[in-house]
């Protein structure tokens, strides 16, 4: 029918879109280089330009791999796993404030696939699962220090997780530890899915919406806050 034919060209052009931007943008993203150590070589210089991606890349890049369903779906996971897997445009895609936006794409994917998997909708890979996962522990720790994504993800992420492996991997000084929580090695994401930092003071009331798609907490700084 032509809801079909038109729903099957905007997952298309998602397609295009996305493909586009992680191959002229995402994979090209660098962080700036570091200044040479004092005393060593080219001793005094400054830290090296980093490779920018746009702002459209950084706002929109997640959020066009997500809205891809049907044929193209397999090939959206992939470029999303490689967007994900990226830390330098993640990076900057939070410290532009795109961090929200991208969590709330990923989040909607992986209700999306839960909610249609018996009509074979794809589930949700390994991968994105996990990067969500830390995205929602971390995003706003990751706004006010975008700089040591790393060292916060390697002090306080599950270290089963790809992700802390990954900022090991990432850190050549550091070595790999075993958290401990009442006894019980931590090596997985545990219940807590969302952190919401806002509130100056302690939140003592919270309220759902009727959809459940929203909360307001009120708090002793004499605010009431309202979260997606």
């Not at 410290?95 to 990923?106: E, F, M, R, W, Y």
């Not at 390994?126 to 996962?133: G, H, I, M």
């Not at 000084?173 to 930092?197: E, I, M, Y």
Request: aromatic share 8%; charged share 20%; proline share 6%.
């Amino acid at each position: 029918g032509e809801s079909g034919w038109s729903g099957g060209r905007l997952e298309a052009g998602h397609l295009a879109l996305g493909a586009h931007l992680v191959n002229a943008e995402v994979l090209s993203a660098t962080d700036p280089e570091p200044p040479p150590a004092p005393g060593g070589k080219g001793s005094g210089g400054t830290a090296g330009g980093a490779v920018e991606a746009s702002e459209y890349a950084l706002k929109y890049a997640v959020h066009h791999l997500c809205a891809v369903g049907g044929e193209g779906a397999g090939l959206a996971r992939e470029l999303l796993d490689a967007t994900l897997g990226h830390w330098p445009f993640l990076r900057q895609a939070i410290a532009a404030g795109h961090g929200p936006k991208a969590v709330k794409a990923l989040g909607d994917l992986a209700a999306h696939a839960a909610e249609h998997a018996a009509e074979g909708s794809p589930a949700l890979g390994a991968y994105t699962a996990d990067a969500l996962s830390w995205l929602r522990r971390f995003c706003s720790e990751f706004e006010a220090r975008p700089r040591d994504m790393e060292r916060l993800t390697y002090q306080s992420a599950p270290f089963g997780t790809l992700k802390y492996a990954e900022a090991l991997a990432r850190m050549p000084q550091a070595r790999s530890t075993v958290s401990v929580l009442g006894g019980a090695p931590q090596d997985q994401w545990g219940a807590l899915t969302d952190v919401f930092n806002g509130h100056s003071s302690g939140a003592y009331s919270v309220a759902f919406s009727p959809s459940g798609r929203h909360v307001a907490s009120g708090s002793d700084d004499k605010t009431v806050r309202l979260w997606d």
